[in-house]
């Protein structure tokens, strides 16, 4: 599995974006690049992924690298429910396991 | 709609005790995972079953812990003889057949069974 580097926290005021960054500079090229999230006492809850070109969606936006080797998750405006931990995991293929490193604690406050 | 359920929420055993714990995944979810959650740290695959096929059980610590799904639906994972590094969340998801199209290959998760080892 490729080995994955993201800060252990970050801070956003709400209605702020925020950029939570990830390296995976080992990442295959058929490796996905997939975000969940955690939030408190809850299991954690799938964000975003993407492979080449950047994606967006209702809950997030998933900037990839040209080079593949980095990405960056986007909370356009991050809100109190936001808060939560952020993970990174690059994966291969639909149906594999993931392998969660420790994540970035996102705090969001007024 | 209904997600994936675990039962019990929180499980305390002396040590010694074994333990069982259930998984309801979401109807007609041919995958089902168990992971193992230890306090600050992201969660740790056990087993993966496609239908009541276990594929990988790489994860499993030990051979203390035992994980079933007879029927290809309700999964149990059961731990003997409890030990206190056992103490974690376990956490069960669920997803879609990997072939069926336009699959992303969401894993949708319970809310975890806590365990506290005495």
């Known amino acids: 599995d490729a080995k994955t580097t993201q800060p252990n926290s970050m801070e956003s005021n709400e209605e702020e974006p925020v950029h939570l960054p990830c390296n995976h500079s080992t990442i295959s090229g058929t490796d996905y690049i997939h975000w969940y999230r955690q939030l408190p006492s809850q299991g954690p809850e799938y964000v975003i992924h993407?492979?080449?070109s950047n994606v967006n969606n209702r809950m997030a936006s998933l900037a990839i690298a040209e080079d593949r080797k980095s990405s960056t998750l986007i909370l356009h405006r991050a809100t109190l429910r936001d808060a939560a931990v952020y993970y990174c995991?690059?994966?291969?293929?639909?149906?594999?396991?993931?392998?969660f490193g420790t994540g970035t604690r996102l705090q969001v406050t007024l | 709609g209904a997600g994936v359920s675990q039962s019990p929420r929180y499980k305390v055993a002396k040590r010694g005790q074994d333990v069982a714990l259930r998984c309801d995944p979401i109807?007609?979810?041919?995958?089902l995972f168990w992971y193992q959650q230890a306090l600050g740290q992201g969660p740790e695959f056990l087993t993966y079953f496609q239908n009541e096929a276990q594929l990988d059980k790489s994860g499993l610590p030990s051979d203390r812990f035992f994980a079933e799904r007879p029927e290809g639906s309700v999964s149990t994972l059961k731990i003997q003889r409890t030990q206190q590094e056992d103490s974690a969340v376990y956490l069960c998801?669920?997803?879609?057949?990997?072939?069926?199209?336009?699959?992303?290959?969401?894993?949708?998760f319970g809310p975890g069974t806590r365990l506290t080892v005495l």
């Open positions: 998801a669920s997803s879609l057949a990997f072939r069926l199209a336009g699959n992303k290959g969401e894993q949708f």
């Open positions: 109807s007609g979810h041919v995958s």
């Open positions: 993407g492979l080449t």
């Open positions: 995991i690059p994966r291969t293929g639909t149906a594999s396991k993931l392998t």
